[in-house]
């Protein structure tokens, strides 16, 4: 069973979710952590893994043999993020703006653009408390998170239950991650800001035919739109979690509010225990 | 001035502080360039006058009329998109046209489709840009330079002197698509792990972009020794830390009513913004 954590808006709890939600299933069930964030991934200062494995992750880039090339402008035609650019006899490459996607390679009449691997982040692997952990990074300055997504959610096998935590935003990274995932945990704070990204959070589930429910973080600090929302809609919110310093002061700390509070222990175990059920259900 | 505000983190209080830039500062045309989460207009009514949809990606369509399942567009397609069924899955297709170079039965063509709305129009904090990504949509970077080109022509035609653009959260697409032409970025963080890990890479994608840059720290007195570690790295980096706000449970109470903490002579938070807008100004001869 894959859990994605996601939120639309950032600094909701996504993190601390994601992470107290693997902690207290791994006492029962062989747990998988991915923190699917390539671009802020925080769940590792959290969890302090031991990474043993690294990969770098990269994506194709046309490299063209200017000896050969007729500047014909057929790749550039081709290519439909502009990242070619065909002078009369010079071709200009965006690095930035390429996808690899190899097909100013397919139509080059002759053969002239070869292709070479440039890398865009690392995907690590390791362990943490006793279970799997991964996650990726993608370099400062790239621009192209998806691939390490994908990469990080083949990195490891499949365990009983597979906990993503997914990056803010409903962009590329964030269906990449939430499109393998059985169910959605959405998490959010009682703010417009909050209710307007949940919305936006819901939609994506909903194109991607995922059943979401919502973790109702810092309840308490605004007003009852999100509640008033989730009933209508109707989105289930299986998780309040009282605003509450002590809960923020753990995390700015880098422990799992889990680890210090019994209570909201106890309160993780029965949402984990809830979505187990009804997955095999 | 071209001002952006990011963070790296998410949920920091970039979307707050680039509003009370706009009731700090003189004549500034606001851009919401978190097109994902666009929020900058929850905070105001917005007047708005000009709107429009833009179709910024494109998705392979297959005729299944004409496909004769030779497999080349599954070979060729590095996103992983046609199944072996050789159906195409719209999320995962990146619109590059690779599988149409390769179809020899001219099956496949490649189709514009919506990525998301954007809006001009005028808030009491003045013009305001923002854009929303559709549902399930990609190409968030392609509509982030839509906005910034609405955002410019706005404040050209406002005759604003500043323009604020609040960015999105990360240091992936989105956020590179939001910095082209931005002179100074205020980074706002806050004295956690996360805040500090999140700085240090957000920072590297400033310097790599050769932006000058300050600092903000939000929520200051949650964890006095990390505000003092993050402090003492931005002195390190000789990034000039432009104020600190204390945590105030007042600003989410009246973002709820739709105010501002800077107009609120009681939010100690609105009291810190100010001055540090005040200290910008100075530093940058506004």
Not at chain 1, 82 to 106: E, I, P, W
Not at chain 2, 17 to 34: E, F, G, M, S
């Amino acid at each position: 069973m894959r859990i994605a954590v996601a939120s639309g808006k950032g600094g909701t709890g996504k993190t601390t979710v994601a992470t107290a939600l693997a902690i207290v299933l791994s006492e029962r069930y062989r747990v998988t952590l991915l923190d699917c964030d390539v671009e802020e991934p925080n769940a590792h200062l959290f969890l302090r893994p031991e990474i043993d494995h690294r990969e770098p992750v990269s994506k194709l880039l046309p490299v063209i043999d200017e000896a050969m090339c007729t500047h014909c402008g057929a790749c550039a035609e081709a290519c439909q993020f502009h990242a070619l650019a065909v002078l009369r006899d010079h071709v200009l490459r965006y690095d930035a703006l390429c996808h690899g996607c190899g097909r100013c390679a397919l139509v080059c009449p002759v053969g002239a653009i070869h292709e070479q691997p440039h890398e865009l982040g690392t995907v690590e692997t390791g362990t943490a408390r006793g279970f799997p952990f991964g996650h990726g990074r993608l370099n400062v300055g790239e621009a192209m998170a998806t691939p390490l997504v994908h990469a990080l959610q083949a990195a490891l096998p499949e365990t009983e239950i597979t906990i993503l935590d997914a990056p803010p935003g409903t962009g590329c990274p964030t269906i990449a991650t939430m499109r393998c995932a059985d169910v959605a945990l959405l998490v959010t704070e009682p703010t417009p800001f909050g209710l307007h990204d949940l919305k936006a959070a819901a939609g994506v589930a909903e194109v991607l035919n995922l059943p979401a429910k919502v973790v109702l973080n810092r309840d308490g600090i605004g007003d009852d739109a999100v509640e008033r929302y989730c009933d209508e809609h109707p989105l289930s919110i299986v998780m309040r979690i009282p605003f509450d310093r002590q809960v923020a002061a753990l995390y700015a700390d880098g422990i799992p509010p889990v680890d210090a509070l019994p209570d909201l222990r106890l309160a993780f175990r029965d949402l984990g225990r809830q979505l187990v059920e009804e997955g095999a259900g | 001035m071209k001002l952006g505000v990011l963070s790296g983190k998410g949920g920091t209080g970039k979307t707050s502080l680039a509003a009370a830039a706009a009731r700090c500062l003189p004549n500034v045309t606001l851009v919401d360039c978190d097109v994902d989460a666009a929020n900058l207009h929850l905070l105001f009514d917005v007047d708005v006058n000009s709107r429009g949809t833009f179709s910024g990606s494109q998705e392979a369509v297959r005729d299944e009329a004409l496909c004769v399942s030779c497999g080349r567009c599954r070979e060729v397609c590095r996103f992983h998109a046609v199944n072996e069924q050789f159906v195409i899955d719209p999320y995962l297709c990146e619109g590059c046209g690779a599988c149409v170079t390769a179809c020899h039965a001219d099956a496949i063509t490649l189709r514009s489709r919506a990525t998301g709305d954007w809006y001009t129009g005028h808030s009491a904090c003045g013009p305001l840009a923002g854009a929303e990504l559709l549902p399930g949509e990609e190409a968030s970077g392609k509509l982030v330079t839509v906005v910034k080109q609405k955002g410019d022509e706005l404040a050209e035609a406002s005759g604003s002197t500043h323009v604020v653009l609040d960015g999105a959260p990360g240091i992936g697409c989105p956020v590179i698509a939001s910095l082209n032409d931005v002179e100074a970025l205020i980074l706002v963080t806050e004295p956690t792990v996360s805040g500090l890990h999140d700085l240090e890479r957000i920072l590297g994608v400033a310097r790599h972009f050769r932006i000058r840059s300050y600092l903000v720290l939000n929520k200051a007195d949650l964890s006095p020794p990390l505000a003092e570690g993050i402090a003492s790295f931005a002195a390190r980096e000789g990034l000039l830390l432009l104020g600190e706000i204390p945590y105030d449970p007042l600003v989410p109470r009246l973002m709820v009513r739709g105010a501002s903490p800077v107009d609120d002579a009681t939010s100690p938070a609105g009291l810190a913004m100010r001055g540090i807008f005040e200290r910008l100004a100075t530093e940058e001869g506004l």
